[in-house]
């Protein structure tokens, strides 16, 4: 079974390719919903999170109060360091887990959704790498006005990571999401295509239409 990473940058729509390739039947395993998972209420991995950060970072029924957890995290680099060093080994496992349940169902290829790929595994640990790119502004402008972030809230998120061109630089195929949605499917058909080996990889992106439904963040 050969590994696919995809990845990209906060607010570049790489949500909306996943479920592309989610909707072409291909099997994905999503780190975000790994992380709901380890950090559910009573689980181990939030318990964790309680013993560092302290219950302010609970609902009270006893949920993770995800904003809040997110305040204390991107407004500090050692309190980021201190969350990931918690998290990240729950979710590779969680994730691993689910892999090995696909290569058991003799799947070809599985597709592992990762935000942070290059920054926690690298490009080395996978048979291919997606990036899923949009300029940094663009990200900024999705954050903004559908996620409801300020500025300064959505500066802070994709500043603590890995630049979104360093990232296009290390990725060997890359989806480019700034224009409709139709044009988004269309070139996630072909680098899948690409990937499974059964086209060449698209040399540069569509130019955009004078019409078509417009593509949010995703």
């Given at each position: 079974m050969r590994t696919v990473g995809l990845t990209g940058g906060i607010g570049t729509g790489k949500s909306a390719v996943s479920g592309l390739l989610r909707e072409k039947g291909v099997t994905v395993i999503d780190a975000d919903e790994a992380t709901r998972a380890v950090q559910s209420r009573g689980s181990e991995g939030l318990r964790r999170l309680v013993?560092?950060?302290?219950a302010s970072i609970l609902t009270?029924?006893?949920?993770?109060?995800?904003?809040?957890?997110?305040?204390?995290?991107?407004?500090?680099a050692e309190a980021r360091q201190r969350l990931n060093a918690i998290v990240h080994p729950l979710v590779r496992e969680w994730m691993a887990d689910r892999q090995m349940a696909a290569e058991a169902r003799g799947?070809?290829?599985?597709?592992?959704?990762?935000?942070?790929?290059?920054?926690?595994?690298?490009a080395g640990a996978f048979d291919e790498v997606i990036l899923v790119y949009a300029p940094e502004e663009v990200a900024l402008r999705r954050l903004v006005e559908h996620r409801g972030m300020?500025?300064?809230?959505?500066?802070?998120?994709?500043?603590?990571?890995?630049?979104?061109e360093e990232k296009r630089?290390?990725?060997?195929?890359?989806?480019?999401?700034?224009?409709?949605?139709?044009?988004?499917r269309a070139r996630?058909?072909?680098?899948?295509?690409?990937?499974?080996?059964?086209?060449?990889?698209?040399?540069?992106?569509?130019?955009?239409?004078?019409?078509?439904?417009?593509?949010?963040?995703?």
């Amino acid at each position: 079974m050969r590994t696919v990473g995809l990845t990209g940058g906060i607010g570049t729509g790489k949500s909306a390719v996943s479920g592309l390739l989610r909707e072409k039947g291909v099997t994905v395993i999503d780190a975000d919903e790994a992380t709901r998972a380890v950090q559910s209420r009573g689980s181990e991995g939030l318990r964790r999170l309680v013993d560092e950060f302290g219950a302010s970072i609970l609902t009270p029924d006893g949920s993770l109060d995800r904003a809040r957890l997110g305040a204390v995290a991107f407004a500090d680099a050692e309190a980021r360091q201190r969350l990931n060093a918690i998290v990240h080994p729950l979710v590779r496992e969680w994730m691993a887990d689910r892999q090995m349940a696909a290569e058991a169902r003799g799947e070809p290829h599985v597709v592992l959704d990762i935000p942070l790929l290059f920054e926690t595994l690298g490009a080395g640990a996978f048979d291919e790498v997606i990036l899923v790119y949009a300029p940094e502004e663009v990200a900024l402008r999705r954050l903004v006005e559908h996620r409801g972030m300020t500025e300064e809230q959505a500066r802070a998120r994709i500043a603590a990571q890995m630049p979104i061109e360093e990232k296009r630089r290390l990725a060997r195929h890359v989806i480019e999401n700034t224009g409709t949605l139709e044009q988004l499917r269309a070139r996630t058909d072909r680098v899948w295509a690409a990937v499974i080996g059964k086209e060449d990889d698209p040399p540069h992106p569509d130019p955009p239409p004078p019409g078509g439904r417009e593509l949010s963040e995703g």
